[in-house]
């Protein structure tokens, strides 16, 4: 394995890729399966990169078995699996809550940053960015960003092993808004039906997302936002998920190596939250900007100026007094974001 060319292995991931959606006539040859099953099992292969191996199966026995392959609409998730794909995900949230990788804030963070690639200025899919699943390969997984999200990616692999027709782009929305709900959050109107994108070389171009401390924090984040067609609003509310979570400076350069909050643990040690109970979800993250409560909270440049332009701080002001109307704003800006850029097909899938 370890012997394969870095050329070879990726023209036969890149060309086994492009078989997958929709490939009523296409057959793999038993040995290209084959090779694809042993790259599979490799250490050194992101399993991420390949088919699956539900479609290898059902390949290599030369039975086209399920709709999503030979139908029109290969792309839709199966609502039925959706469904169960949810659950999976909550008993995940349970059982590897106190797992070294905290699992609920890094899955909202995988839709996001999926998501928030989105530039409304570009009509074509999947150029134009979004929520179609194309975090999945190494080469957006590497961008800057997005440091840490494999691992992610990693816990959801085994729940779309099982659920082979739920897409990537879907999975991934459905992890982020299940983990929402279940840190006690709001429930997010969701639909499904995302298409995934099926080749590295349809992911975007690093530099999509915002940085966290740019020279002008408010016109950087209106730049960014703007782009995706999110407003001040949607801006501010969707900043309050910053309630949950850490930064790791060996990971994005922000935040304490550890505080009182984070030093133990759940999960591994370290890093610096935003709010002293950074795995629930409320407004608590509003409250504690506005009062600067603590030197061991987090507050970056692009969520001070939340409280210092005029317009952004109308937004902020009423989040911190107010949780109901915080949720209620976080819960359409959420559904927004996971939308952005997606193509559905079939157009909705509601579970
Ligand atoms: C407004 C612009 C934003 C900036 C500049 C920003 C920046 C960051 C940074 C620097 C981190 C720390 C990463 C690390 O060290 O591991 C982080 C973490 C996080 N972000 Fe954001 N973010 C933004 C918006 C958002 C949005 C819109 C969401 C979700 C809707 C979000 C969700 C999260 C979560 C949940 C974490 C914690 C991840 C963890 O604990 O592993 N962020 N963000």
């Not at 929520?131 to 085994?158: C, D």
């Not at 995302?194 to 002008?216: F, I, K, W």
């Not at 107010?322 to 909705?348: I, R, T, V």
Request: aromatic share 8%.
């Amino acid at each position: 394995m370890a012997s394969l060319s870095a050329v070879t292995t990726t023209r036969l991931l890149t060309s086994a890729n492009r078989l997958l959606p929709c490939a009523t006539s296409t057959r793999l040859s038993r040995r290209t399966v084959l090779s694809l099953n042993s790259l599979r099992s490799s250490p050194f292969i992101s399993h991420t990169f390949l088919p699956q191996k539900s479609y290898l199966r059902t390949i290599s026995s030369g039975r086209i078995g399920y709709s999503t392959v030979s139908s029109p609409k290969c792309f839709a998730s199966d609502p039925e699996q959706l469904k169960s794909a949810r659950e999976d995900i909550k008993e995940l949230l349970k059982t590897k809550f106190s797992h070294p990788i905290l699992v609920n804030v890094l899955l909202v963070r995988l839709g996001w940053h999926d998501a928030g690639t989105y530039n409304k200025n570009i009509e074509e899919w999947p150029q134009r960015g979004g929520a179609n699943g194309s975090l999945r390969f190494e080469i957006e997984l590497k961008h800057g960003a997005n440091a840490g999200l494999v691992n992610a990616l990693k816990l959801l692999q085994p729940i779309k092993d099982k659920y082979s027709s739920v897409t990537y782009a879907d999975l991934f929305q459905l992890a982020s808004a299940t983990a929402i709900k279940e840190a006690g959050g709001p429930k997010i109107p969701m639909k499904y039906g995302r298409v995934d994108v099926s080749v590295p070389e349809q992911c975007p171009e690093e530099g999509r997302l915002p940085d966290a401390g740019p020279p002008s924090p408010a016109a950087h984040l209106r730049d960014v936002f703007y782009r995706m067609g999110l407003n001040d609003k949607e801006i501010v509310a969707l900043s309050g998920a910053h309630t949950l979570g850490r930064s790791r400076p060996d990971r994005s350069g922000w935040g304490k190596p550890e505080t009182k909050y984070t030093k133990d643990g759940p999960g591994a040690p370290g890093g610096q939250s935003w709010t002293a109970q950074w795995l629930k979800f409320d407004n608590s993250y509003f409250k504690d900007i506005k009062e600067r409560r603590d030197e061991d909270l987090l507050v970056l440049p692009t969520d001070a100026v939340l409280f210092e332009d005029p317009k952004f701080k109308e937004y902020a002001e009423k989040y911190a007094d107010d949780q109901d109307a915080f949720f209620k704003d976080y819960a359409e800006a959420h559904a927004k974001l996971s939308n952005l850029g997606a193509k559905f097909n079939p157009p909705e899938v509601l579970i």
